[in-house]
């Protein structure tokens, strides 16, 4: 029979209750005051008499024992109780826009998306104008994106679109319900994670199938599965695919950057909002 971690823990609480009633003493006196003890002395045996001082220490003692006991028992009681197994991320998924299904993982108290966003148009509905010649690409002050090397059959399902910053900061982008993330919740995730010094190993996607060899100690124990997906230039050029991925966060024109050969997490600013790099969203609180 299959038993949850709450009924485990129930069990538990019960288990512990069961030895704790049954290590009390099933004739624990029902003594509170000397003149009582004198009075059931009396009734038990017809002798007035007083406890001898031998007698009143073993009386004591019997107390102090029990309660020691009770203590003990109703502490183990309590970590019983509170002992839970350390969850497994929570995996679920999101559809955009466009109908495209994205799988999403909970880190610490927030949902992400584990997939970068391929949505073509914003979550009303509008198309997000789709730009491969290099000088259309920083024309207009409009969302706009593109696939690496314009080339959407080999990098659209993998690493998704890379989008400017002025889709990035529409407030539309995401699902209904999600955001492109701040500063602030980049770096929340990222300190649970280690801090920037560390995290990238826990956020990059393992192996080389996609990033670059040696991809410095890429484990995804996050379930982040972050992928080398490049960045578009202001001028249009492309670059880096499988040596680095870049996330917009909301602020000053920053991505958050990824590397091939190291653990770290560092920050690229784009000089305008017409650089390209790539979204993940995260679920409003």
Same mark, same amino acid.
């Given at each position: ?38 009075? @059931? ?13 031998? &007698? ?18 109703? +502490? ?61 690409? =920083? ?12 080339? +959407? ?33 980049? &770096? ?46 202001? =001028?249009?050029?492309?670059? @880096? ?34 650089? +390209? ?9």
């Amino acid at each position: 029979m299959f038993l949850t971690p709450f009924t485990i823990m129930v069990l538990k609480c019960l288990s512990f209750s069961n030895i704790l009633f049954n290590i009390l003493p099933k004739s624990f006196p029902n003594i509170v005051s000397r003149d009582l003890c004198k009075k @059931q002395y009396f009734e038990k045996t017809g002798f007035l008499s007083t406890f001898t001082v031998t &007698g009143q220490k073993h009386l004591m003692n019997k107390i102090i024992l029990t309660v020691f006991r009770l203590f003990i028992f109703t +502490g183990l009681l309590i970590l019983a109780c509170c002992d839970k197994e350390e969850p497994e991320p929570e995996t679920t998924t999101v559809t955009d826009y466009d109908g495209n299904v994205y799988n999403t993982v909970k880190i610490f108290n927030r949902t992400w998306m584990a997939e970068n966003l391929r949505t073509s148009k914003l979550n009303n509905g509008t198309m997000i104008t789709l730009v491969s010649d290099d000088w259309n690409w =920083d024309f207009l002050d409009e969302p706009k994106r593109c696939y690496y090397n314009n080339n +959407g059959l080999a990098n659209r399902d993998v690493y998704g679109h890379l989008y400017n910053y002025f889709a990035a900061k529409s407030g539309k982008l995401c699902p209904a319900g999600w955001h492109v993330p701040t500063k602030e919740e980049w &770096g929340t995730l990222i300190g649970y994670l280690g801090g920037y010094s560390s995290a990238g190993g826990k956020l990059k996607e393992s192996g080389t199938i996609h990033w670059i060899d040696p991809n410095t100690g890429a484990d995804n124990n996050s379930g982040f599965t972050a992928l080398p997906g490049g960045y578009r230039t202001s =001028d249009g050029s492309f670059e @880096q695919i499988g040596y680095a991925g870049l996330w917009w966060c909301i602020g000053n024109k920053e991505a958050l950057r990824l590397s091939y050969n190291s653990i770290s997490v560092s920050s690229h600013w784009f000089q305008d909002s017409y650089g +390209g790099a790539s979204v993940r969203c995260v679920k409003d609180p």
